[in-house]
């Protein structure tokens, strides 16, 4: 099997430990962090209604142009993190479940809840 695919499956399975615990409703969603080889992607999600509140990722049109080349990295993970915040205020949202996704924290995914915490966003 491909070490990728190996690496994915782990992830797969401490999402899995990690989601039996975290659940995200009106007042609190779960702010759930995917990163991909060449962007981010963030969502607040109410688990009990199903429904995502708010979104932001490095493919956003008034982000895209900002990021440029840095979509994949620290700092577009930081640019995200900023946007987001703004997304959830924007909501009268001031908390939220930081869902890791499976994800070590440490890198994009640490910067994005860095960046939350610095424009006020409980997480």
Known sequence: MDRNVKKNIR????????RKRLEGNSERPRLTV???????????????QGVTL???STLC??????VGKNAGNVQGAEMIGQLMAARMKEKGL??????????????????V???LRKEGIEV
């Open 94 to 111: 001031t908390r939220a479940s930081f869902d890791r996704n499976g994800y070590k924290f440490h890198g994009r995914v640490k910067a």
């Open 11 to 18: 992830r797969v399975r401490r999402r899995k430990h990690i």
């Open 34 to 48: 995917f990163r991909s080889r060449t962007n981010i992607y963030c969502q607040a999600i109410d688990d009990l």
């Open 61 to 66: 049109a008034e982000i895209r142009d900002q």
């Open 54 to 56: 708010a979104s932001a």
């Open 113 to 115: 809840a860095e960046a």
